[in-house]
């Protein structure tokens, strides 16, 4: 469907918990208190969502956390959507640490792709920026869905041309996501999309854009592709703070806990938790879904402080 300003949103970022096994120092490197179990939606309640969702226009569901494969059995859930009439695509965010373990029956559900979050080349930076030492169990996560031809991109910060470099020898798309101004993200440096893109020029001058058919195919996300003659994969960049994509945003955000957020840097939105317990038929949960979509605001205010950011990423989705 489309909000009041026109955009076509199909595009659901569905958050199955708040858990995470690191301690990333930009995201909650104190740890988040456990949820009582009852505050999570089950999975029987995130499929009569997403159904719902789907009759909405809904065709693409990104499973994200919090890690979401701390949650057991997630690909019981990647399969009830797949199985879902007007779902299309399925994909996954992940620190990849529990990832191949899990990849075999993920991928037999159904799974489409999947997102790896990957801050760092070296183990001794992993170790400082996540507080734990898993960095062999990432890279056997990512070398697990190389093997498996599995369509990949990682959303990374850190040794920038290094990382960049994965996608020389690998047919992988590697985003690099600015620093989002919200909980601890909010008092960190950050480096601009375009600054990022001027440095990558000057090490590979012939950095060209891709076409637009060849972005097209790459996804449904905001990230504006590059690649280098010759290489096997590309570069991508997710500007949302100096790139503003507002006006092309085609997404909503579902949290563990139910809240409907048709926008990141929004606190309003609609509890449709308190829908489902209170004993909502469809009808009348499909109508509140229709009205926050309808209602999405037209664009974040991230440069003039005025959005609360009360609430770490984590809790929103990511």
């Not at 994909?91 to 990832?99: F, H, I």
């Not at 373990?101 to 993920?106: C, F, I, N, T």
């Not at 169990?137 to 990512?142: F, H, I, R, W, Y």
Request: charged share 25%; proline share 5%; net charge neutral.
């Amino acid at each position: 469907m489309f909000d009041r300003y026109q955009r076509e949103i199909h595009y659901l970022r569905l958050s199955v918990t708040d858990l995470c096994n690191l301690r990333c120092r930009y995201c909650m490197p104190d740890g988040v208190e456990k949820l009582e179990r009852e505050a999570v939606l089950t999975y029987e309640e995130f499929l009569r969502l997403a159904a719902l969702f789907a009759q909405c226009g809904i065709d693409t569901v990104r499973v994200t956390g919090g890690e979401p494969l701390v949650r057991k059995n997630v690909a019981q859930l990647v399969a009830g959507l797949k199985a879902t009439p007007g779902i299309r695509r399925v994909t996954l965010t992940t620190n990849a640490v529990l990832l191949a373990e899990q990849l075999p029956a993920l991928l037999d559900a159904g799974l489409d792709s999947v997102n790896i979050s990957l801050d760092t080349l070296r183990p001794e930076v992993f170790r400082q920026i996540t507080a734990r030492d898993d960095f062999a169990a990432v890279q056997a996560g990512l070398q697990a869905a190389l093997e498996r031809d599995l369509p990949q991109v990682g959303v990374n910060e850190g040794e920038l041309e290094a990382i960049a470099a994965l996608a020389r020898d690998n047919d992988l798309q590697v985003r690099f996501i600015e620093m989002m101004p919200i909980g601890y993200g909010a008092a960190m440096p950050c480096i601009s999309g375009p600054e990022l893109r001027a440095r990558f020029a000057r090490r590979w001058p012939e950095l060209a854009p891709l076409s637009a058919a060849q972005e097209h195919a790459l996804g449904d996300g905001p990230a504006v592709y590059y690649t280098v003659p010759g290489w096997q994969g590309s570069i991508g960049f997710i500007a949302a703070v100096h790139g503003k994509f507002c006006a092309s945003c085609n997404r909503v955000r579902l949290t563990s806990q139910g809240f409907l957020r048709p926008c990141l840097a929004s606190e309003t939105g609609c509890d449709l938790r308190a829908l489902l317990r209170s004993g909502a038929d469809d009808a009348q949960l499909l109508a509140a879904i229709r009205e926050t979509i309808w209602a999405k605001p037209r664009e974040h205010h991230f440069n003039d402080s005025s959005m609360p950011a009360t609430r770490g990423m984590y809790r929103i989705g990511g």
